[in-house]
């Protein structure tokens, strides 16, 4: 028998806690206090709770909203845009849901079981609507060819790591140094 789907104020609850979660997670990291949240989004803890028993699933779920606005917005891009620049659009929106994650990568090394291989999941994830981009710039010439998708969104997850007093600004200025760098240039031998 197949899950109902909830009710239009169930639904609302749970909009609003994942809208409020990515805001306080972007904020105070994902360690954020549960409190903070629900007031975040306007409902009490108990609703939080009912919705998200664990802070790891609520975690989860924001990891897995995000994921799925990364792999949506791909096809649009690759539509209304010139090769390289839907590749530099979606890598930019991707490098704001991973750098606006601060504690996420402690989170996804805790030992904490429901973490276990989250990472690798994403990346397994996201790569295909990612590498449709990729494939497409690399044929347009605009991007160099020995670049793979896993060690380019593995590359801008680690650039994405904050260093003290730096946030998302920051990330993206190390990002487009690095897609500046895949460029391919024609007058020079590889």
Same mark, same amino acid.
């Given at each position: 028998?197949?899950?109902?789907?909830?009710?239009? !104020?169930?639904?609302?609850?749970? =909009?609003?806690?994942?809208?409020?979660?990515?805001?306080?997670?972007?904020?105070?990291?994902?360690?954020?206090?549960?409190?903070?949240?629900?007031?975040?989004?306007?409902? @009490?803890?108990?609703?939080?709770?009912?919705?998200?028993? &664990? /802070?790891?699933?609520?975690?989860? *779920?924001?990891?897995?909203?995000?994921?799925?606005?990364?792999?949506?917005?791909?096809?649009?891009?690759?539509?209304?845009?010139?090769?390289?620049?839907?590749?530099? &659009?979606?890598?930019?929106?991707?490098?704001?849901? #991973?750098?606006?994650?601060?504690?996420?990568?402690?989170?996804?090394?805790?030992?904490?079981?429901?973490?276990? @291989?989250? @990472?690798? /999941?994403?990346?397994?994830?996201?790569?295909? *609507?990612?590498?449709?981009?990729? !494939?497409?710039?690399?044929?347009? @010439?605009?991007?160099?060819? =020995?670049?793979?998708? =896993? =060690?380019?969104?593995?590359?801008?997850?680690?650039?994405?790591?904050?260093?003290?007093?730096?946030?998302? *600004?920051?990330?993206?200025?190390? #990002?487009?140094?690095?897609?500046?760098?895949?460029?391919?240039?024609? !007058?020079?031998?590889?």
């Amino acid at each position: 028998m197949a899950a109902r789907p909830p009710r239009a !104020d169930a639904q609302r609850n749970i =909009d609003a806690l994942l809208s409020a979660a990515r805001t306080v997670f972007a904020r105070d990291g994902v360690d954020a206090h549960v409190k903070a949240i629900a007031a975040e989004a306007g409902v @009490g803890v108990a609703t939080l709770y009912r919705h998200f028993p &664990k /802070r790891s699933d609520l975690v989860l *779920a924001v990891l897995s909203h995000e994921v799925d606005e990364c792999i949506a917005i791909a096809p649009a891009l690759s539509e209304s845009f010139p090769p390289r620049m839907a590749l530099a &659009k979606w890598v930019d929106r991707y490098t704001e849901f #991973v750098a606006t994650k601060r504690g996420l990568a402690a989170a996804l090394h805790s030992g904490d079981p429901t973490f276990e @291989g989250l @990472g690798t /999941r994403l990346l397994q994830r996201l790569e295909p *609507a990612f590498a449709g981009l990729l !494939d497409a710039a690399r044929a347009s @010439g605009e991007i160099r060819p =020995d670049i793979s998708a =896993d =060690d380019l969104l593995r590359a801008v997850a680690h650039l994405c790591v904050p260093g003290p007093d730096e946030g998302v *600004a920051f990330s993206r200025r190390m #990002v487009n140094l690095l897609l500046d760098g895949l460029e391919q240039r024609h !007058d020079q031998e590889r």
